[in-house]
């Protein structure tokens, strides 16, 4: 799954417009590389994502296309 629609899915981000800018302007990065929008998003890759000064870092513990917003947090681990 493309990282911009993982990050959407997993409610990380809310609109996918909006993680593939994030992407675009090198705020996403997965395991300490910036990457673009198309990237593939695996189980176990670290996606570290920096808004303003700060920096959130998840694991990705699964990846599904479609998912109830209470069950997101599922798809991901906070480090």
Do not use: F, W
Request: aromatic share 6%; with cysteine; proline share 1%.
């Amino acid at each position: 799954m493309r990282i911009d629609k993982y990050l959407k899915v997993s409610r990380l981000i809310k609109r996918r417009s909006v993680a593939n800018e994030a992407c675009d302007s090198g705020r996403i990065a997965v395991n300490g590389r910036a990457v673009k929008a198309s990237y593939d998003v695996k189980v176990g890759d670290v996606i570290e994502i920096t808004l303003g000064d700060r920096v959130n870092r998840y694991e990705v513990t699964d990846i599904l296309e479609h998912v109830l917003k209470g069950d997101a947090q599922n798809l991901y681990k906070p480090l």
